[in-house]
């Protein structure tokens, strides 16, 4: 079976409203055979689907010292009573990780055409951050804690981008309530368009030209609909991943090809993003 009719029948929202509501007006019987057509012509794309052995191939693995210990080891029993919530801050730091990394993965950047401003960058970590979502949505009760981590560590990203960008005190609270308000509608709205099935890509492309591009692009760009079909390709690897793995954080996205003669110049970051990207790498 599909995984993205899983997806669709199993997605919870979010939050009730937000500042996004791209698919509250009923949708005509002409919108649905346009958005099918046009779900059709994206799903055509070998890369929107990836296969179950492939999944596979993007597991890793996270040694644990500790786990080698005997069970009886003084340092793992000492471990597991003074750091009850060790497992699920390590899996918590690996999303956040695969998170960033997507942030620093430059020709990714410049195929989906995602600039260096702070919207554009906060709009792609979320991207990320709700495709992880999805599936911590299905594991249900036992991840619920790891998803609210998940969202938080995504909040504490985006106050230490403010904070690199010397937003002024008196401003902080409410330009970050603000950044979080857009983020989570960007969510809820991307929940919405997993409702259907048959017209799944084509409202996902709608979201996407609406909150990571701002309506900025053609609804036919290029780099908006290569940004579809990599959405839809991550969201198959989510689904597909055995579920032990993906709790734990041991995997890596799925590839992903760029267009061939792009431009291999280094983007120009802005001050704050060369700070935030120095600090990372000194961790």
């Not at 929202?13 to 500042?19: D, M």
């Not at 919405?192 to 909150?211: F, G, H, S, T």
Request: aromatic content about 10%; hydrophobic content about 45%.
């Amino acid at each position: 079976s599909n995984p993205l009719l899983v997806v669709a029948g199993g997605a919870r929202r979010l939050a009730s409203s937000g500042p996004n509501s791209q698919f509250e007006k009923q949708l005509m019987p002409e919108d649905i055979l346009h958005l099918r057509a046009a779900s059709m012509t994206i799903m055509q794309d070998p890369v929107c689907e990836l296969r179950p052995e492939e999944a596979q191939r993007y597991v890793v693995e996270h040694p644990d010292p500790l786990a080698e210990l005997p069970v009886w080891h003084p340092r793992r029993i000492s471990t597991h009573v003074t750091q009850p919530f060790r497992s699920r801050q390590l899996a918590v730091a690996r999303y956040t990780d695969l998170i960033v990394e997507r942030l620093d993965n430059e020709p990714l950047l410049t195929a989906f055409g995602i600039d260096t401003g702070f919207n554009m960058q906060v709009y792609f970590m979320v991207l990320h951050a709700w495709l992880l979502h999805q599936r911590l949505v299905l594991e249900g009760s036992k991840a619920k804690a790891l998803d609210k981590d998940l969202f938080e560590s995504c909040w504490t990203l985006v106050r230490n981008f403010m904070w690199l960008k010397k937003i002024p005190e008196y401003r902080f609270d409410a330009e970050l309530r603000n950044v979080q308000e857009y983020m989570l509608g960007c969510c809820v709205a991307l929940d919405k368009a997993l409702e259907r099935p048959d017209i799944l890509p084509a409202r996902l492309q709608q979201v996407l030209w609406a909150n990571v591009y701002s309506g900025a692009v053609k609804k036919d760009a290029a780099a908006l609909t290569r940004l579809t079909k990599y959405c839809l390709r991550q969201l198959g690897l989510m689904l597909q991943l055995d579920a032990e793995r993906f709790l734990s954080g041991s995997f890596v996205w799925a590839d992903f090809p760029v267009p061939d003669g792009q431009p291999r110049r280094r983007l120009e970051l802005p001050l704050w993003r060369e700070e935030f990207s120095k600090v990372r790498k000194e961790l």
